[in-house]
């Protein structure tokens, strides 16, 4: 911090001693002079004191009390947020089941007994033994097996929330999150957890309220407790890694909490070894009685519970039959709560069937159609779509996450669904015609008002041809960089090589359309790479690589932190506007300063304030925009797939005006020093602001394509309007899956939706191209009647 001061202070001191060398040599008038140094330093001072004030929070560690703060806020987002889960998942509605877990009879999974410290043994529907249970672990390190529909899931959510009802001052926070979009080969553990957190509780990131490192240094010091949620879910090789990296890479003393399948936990524990001083617990079989005892509890009194009776009763005449096998299943204890309990058709039907898993298949055909008939019958207004329409849009939803391999929906990775928008080469010519019809209408604009024409600027006829070559290059370059493995590439490395590529294909169009007869080729190209990778640069910079992120951007026009917030906005509106005058003032002083004394004609004396204020105010406003809505965070904020999307939504829109603007300023500085400089010959424009509207109409629609291309929301607004109108998703997707998820057809991992089973995704997506979900048993998952007996 101190550096950064005194560098402020050398340089204010540097330039007041350079300004006054000038004003010797020139002999201005002394008066006019000494407030022109005073007015240039004093900015200078304000602009670097706002430059250090505003890196000051971003430096050092957060201290001891921050951290407690954070661990705390941590806490109360994430109890509030799985607490909200939990009730629309209906986990502990009447009670959780009674699943009992204990230690794993297989000793080849786990590891060495005197490394782990103890074993495991407690009982799902017994929050304060679950939480007691884990707490007994010395290492505080679980893996959690079981097969397909065992609970894990349920299990994992209600050892969260029992961890977090008991907690105790400084234990560590539980965190739930899925490992689908951790690459062991681009990033560590470490970088993926911090990466999860900052995403999912944005409030963390508060510079100012919790410190600079405050996700860092909890995760440091195990103040979190990560509880990765379904490490089969990943491909086979991939959850082999990860498993490698948590074993022997990532701290063995941090708390760890691990859901995986029985069968693919064995697999990737023969290639890469046990999860290191992890206890590994396994559910018993559920009993059936307990199950119908539950859901006959969750039934309305009277018919509804009579029929749940009359099912038990057959359980208890047949322990060893279909019915008795499947209900020992929490999937379908929870498929026939919600295809029987609250409808109206008569469970009783599924005696007739042979098997579990007929039981299985016929729970998970007829889900979708009785739960959206029941809330179709409960509210016909308040859902456009029908049923049929539902199981639709979800069973090409469900296909969609099977072809790509993954369980969870981000809306922010929609257009890999769309081979024009994934593949690298298509998404960068559906730009550059983008962006090449997007200048032809501005050209067509400027010519229907011949004042505001872009070709009075004199060099921007050849535009659109430039640009149809430029874009398609940044965009290449921008793949490259971003999908190269290793550390990320720093932010300002990046918008420079994506820049340089940008302005070669400018200077290679340039050379052959636009290069003056007088000018050698040389001199002409490293000219137009200069200024082109300026002003690409600015943009970039600004508005980050023209390339789908990898996670949506996240801020809010109305912050937590609002006076500090307002503070640093218009300290760096007035610090811009300030040294836009006093760059301008110097200009003035130096580079239009007569030879000799008063030899030459002074320029206009409206220079260095009027003009330098109209830039000032300009660039100014659009950082203080940017500065204020990014990043910003209400304090209670938990993040989720609606809000992820209007957020990212205003980020776009203000990138794309602050592209628009920022792209012109090189234009408008060479306008203004034209207009400026007597010695220079006069423009086709006779003012700033003809020279303003004709760069925008010109060049603008490359700023706002680029900033466009650099969001997630333009990509996710174009996928889902060619899906939705080839009828595979719904106009209003957010609003269907929101209704989804209250529906427990979905379930929500902060910005991500999954299906309630993976079981159910994969039944989805095989009957995509089916005519309509098949609701009643078919002849052959049915028991023999008397008529075929024979």
Request: contains cysteine; glycine residues 8%.
């Amino acid at each position: 911090m101190r550096g950064r001061w005194s560098m402020v202070w050398v340089l204010g001191g540097a330039s007041l001693v350079v300004l006054a060398l000038l004003w010797w040599q020139s002999g201005d008038d002394a008066a006019s002079a000494a407030s022109s140094i005073l007015a240039t330093v004093v900015s200078l001072f304000a602009v670097l004191s706002v430059w250090a004030w505003r890196q000051t929070g971003r430096q050092g560690r957060s201290s001891g009390a921050q951290l407690a703060q954070a661990q705390e806020a941590l806490a109360s987002l994430v109890d509030t947020q799985w607490r909200t889960e939990a009730g629309l998942r209906r986990l502990d509605s009447p009670a959780p089941l009674p699943v009992s877990w204990s230690e794993t009879a297989e000793a080849d999974i786990r590891d060495h007994p005197e490394l782990i410290g103890g074993t495991m043994s407690c009982r799902s529907d017994q929050a304060e033994e679950l939480a007691a249970a884990f707490r007994r672990l010395p290492r505080r390190r679980l893996v959690v097996l079981g097969a397909a529909g065992s609970g894990k899931t349920t299990f994992a959510v209600l050892l969260a929330l029992s961890l977090l009802r008991t907690r105790r001052d400084g234990e560590p926070v539980p965190v739930l999150c899925t490992p689908a979009s951790f690459d062991p080969d681009k990033e560590s553990v470490h970088e993926w957890l911090r990466r999860r957190v900052a995403a999912d509780y944005p409030a963390l990131a508060d510079v100012h309220a919790y410190g600079p490192s405050a996700i860092d240094d909890l995760l440091a010091q195990h103040r979190v407790l990560p509880v990765i949620d379904g490490l089969d879910e990943l491909p086979k090789d991939i959850g082999a890694a990860v498993l490698t990296v948590l074993s022997r890479v990532y701290d063995t003393d941090a708390p760890l909490i691990l859901t995986c399948r029985t069968d693919e936990y064995t697999d990737a524990v023969t290639s890469t070894g046990a999860l290191t001083r992890a206890a590994v617990v396994e559910p018993a079989v559920l009993p059936a009685g307990e199950s119908l005892r539950l859901l006959r509890q969750a039934a309305a009194a009277g018919p509804a519970q009579r029929r749940w009776s009359r099912l038990a009763t057959h359980v208890d005449e047949h322990p060893g039959g279909a019915v008795a096998e499947a209900f020992g299943s929490p999937l379908i204890v929870a498929l026939a709560r919600s295809v029987y309990a609250e409808g109206t058709a008569d469970p009783d039907a599924l005696r007739d069937f042979t098997s579990k898993e007929a039981i299985e298949e016929h729970l998970l055909a007829a889900l979708v159609p009785t739960v959206y008939e029941t809330a179709r019958r409960h509210d016909p207004a308040g859902r456009p779509w029908s049923p049929k329409q539902a199981h639709r849009y979800l069973a090409h939803i469900a296909s969609g996450m099977q072809r790509r391999g993954t369980t969870d929906l981000a809306w922010w990775q929609l257009h890999g669904w769309v081979p024009v928008l994934s593949r690298t080469w298509a998404r960068c010519g559906v730009l550059g015609v983008l962006l090449f019809l997007l200048t032809l209408l501005g050209f067509a604009t400027g010519r229907a008002f011949p004042e505001y024409a872009p070709e009075k600027l004199g060099s921007l006829e050849w535009i659109p041809g430039a640009v149809a070559v430029a874009l398609p290059c940044m965009c290449w370059s921008a793949a490259r960089i971003a999908a190269r493995p290793g550390p990320r590439t720093r932010r300002l490395v990046g918008a420079a090589r994506t820049a340089l590529c940008g302005a070669l294909g400018f200077a290679v169009v340039g050379m052959t359309t636009d290069r003056p007869d007088d000018t050698a080729p040389y001199a002409y190209a490293i000219a137009c790479v200069f200024f082109w990778g300026f002003t690409f640069l600015l943009v970039l910079y600004s508005a980050g690589l023209p390339v789908p992120p990898a996670l949506p951007s996240h801020g809010t026009l109305t912050p937590g932190n609002r006076p500090r917030r307002l503070l640093l906005a218009v300290a760096t509106f007035l610090g811009t506007t300030a040294l836009a005058v006093a760059a301008f003032r110097l200009y003035a002083l130096v580079v239009l300063a007569p030879d000799g004394p008063r030899s030459r004609p002074a320029p206009p004396v409206d220079l260095p304030w009027t003009h330098g204020l109209a830039f000032g105010t300009l660039v100014g406003g659009v950082q203080a925009l940017l500065l204020w809505t990014r990043g910003t965070t209400s304090e209670q904020e938990v993040t989720d797939p609606i809000s992820t999307v209007r957020a990212d939504r205003l980020i776009t829109l203000v990138g794309c005006c602050a592209g628009l603007l920022l792209v012109t300023l090189p234009y408008e500085l060479s306008a203004v020093l034209q207009l400026a400089d007597p010695a220079e010959p006069g423009p086709e424009y006779d003012n700033v602001l003809t020279a303003f509207v004709c760069a925008l109409l010109g060049v603008g629609p490359t700023g706002l394509t680029l900033a466009m291309a650099a969001h997630a929301w333009p990509y996710y607004t174009a996928t889902r309007l060619l899906l939705a109108a080839r009828g595979r998703l719904p106009w209003r997707l957010q609003h269907f899956l929101d209704d989804a998820h209250r529906l427990g057809v979905l379930r929500q991992v902060g910005p991500i939706y999954q299906f309630r089973h993976a079981r159910l995704q994969e039944h989805l997506a095989r009957t995509v191209h089916v005519p309509g979900p098949r609701t009643h048993p078919s002849d052959s998952d049915l028991r023999p009647g008397p008529a075929s007996v024979g």
